[in-house]
T-cell receptor, first 116, second 117 residues
Framework: AQKVTQAQTEISVVEKEDVTLDCVYETRDTTYYLFWYKQPPSGELVFLIRRNSFDEQNEISGRYSWNFQKSTSSFNFTITASQVVDSAVYFCALRMIYNQGGKLIFGQGTELSVKP | SQTIHQWPATLVQPVGSPLSLECTVEGTSNPNLYWYRQAAGRGLQLLFY??????ISSEVPQNLSASRPQDRQFILSSKKLLLSDSGFYLC????????????????FGAGTRLSVL
């Protein structure tokens, strides 16, 4: 069975601190995609990144970086020099490439609170 | 560019009343469409998805149904709401399979917050 675990329910940091959000996934498929979404207080899920299972290169986008390690089935997300606007719930998700319809399997989310 | 619209944004309904939530997508053709529910506690659960007009797949047996009367319109319905139907409902779209399996980023609407009292 496929599963995504985000063990950190809530994280609170002070502005400018670095913070890492953990994501561990389970799947027997060799081909799959991993995603991160941000859900600000307004509720809409905002797409952040997609990574396929064959590409283990880490990615950096501004203050955001992602560390994909297939050996440990982890896809962690780091925010450098956090800002108040980063406060949101962050979801990690898994999708099998041959899954009819493209169902996303979400983790339970991590609520990040960045205090000034 | 593509946009997704969901309405209403907020809805308060009595138990036993009907429900109709609508979602439309602009700027693309033959998208895959999805309905998710986010209950208290944040978990997102896929309810229905559709890969074409009139084609609906249900992920979880429940009190709700979905329909896709037009290519870019997806409707979530119920004949009689239950208290347990309360939650935040999100519609999403992605490029259909004809666009390539790799094109599978799901883009979400702003959601509908439903309270059943």
């Amino acid at each position: 069975a496929q599963k995504v675990t985000q063990a950190q329910t809530e994280i609170s940091v002070v502005e400018k601190e670095d913070v890492t959000l953990d994501c561990v996934y389970e799947t027997r498929d060799t081909t799959y995609y991993l995603f991160w979404y941000k859900q600000p207080p307004s509720g809409e899920l905002v797409f952040l990144i997609r990574r396929n299972s064959f590409d283990e290169q880490n990615e950096i986008s501004g203050r955001y970086s992602w560390n994909f390690q297939k050996s440990t089935s982890s896809f962690n997300f780091t925010i450098t020099a956090s800002q108040v606007v980063d406060s949101a719930v962050y979801f990690c998700a898994l999708r099998m490439i041959y899954n009819q319809g493209g169902k996303l399997i979400f983790g339970q989310g991590t609520e990040l609170s960045v205090k000034p | 560019s593509q946009t997704i619209h969901q309405w209403p944004a907020t809805l308060v309904q009595p138990v036993g009343s009907p429900l109709s939530l609508e979602c439309t997508v602009e700027g693309t053709s033959n998208p895959n469409l999805y309905w998710y529910r986010q209950a208290a506690g944040r978990g997102l659960q896929l309810l229905f998805y559709s890969v074409g007009i009139g084609q609906i797949s249900s992920e979880v047996p429940q009190n709700l149904s979905a329909s896709r009367p037009q290519d870019r319109q997806f409707i979530l319905s119920s004949k009689k709401l239950l208290l347990s139907d309360s939650g935040f409902y999100l519609c999403a779209w992605s490029i259909g399979l004809a666009g390539g399996l790799a094109k599978n980023i799901q883009y979400f609407g702003a959601g509908t917050r439903l309270s059943v009292l």
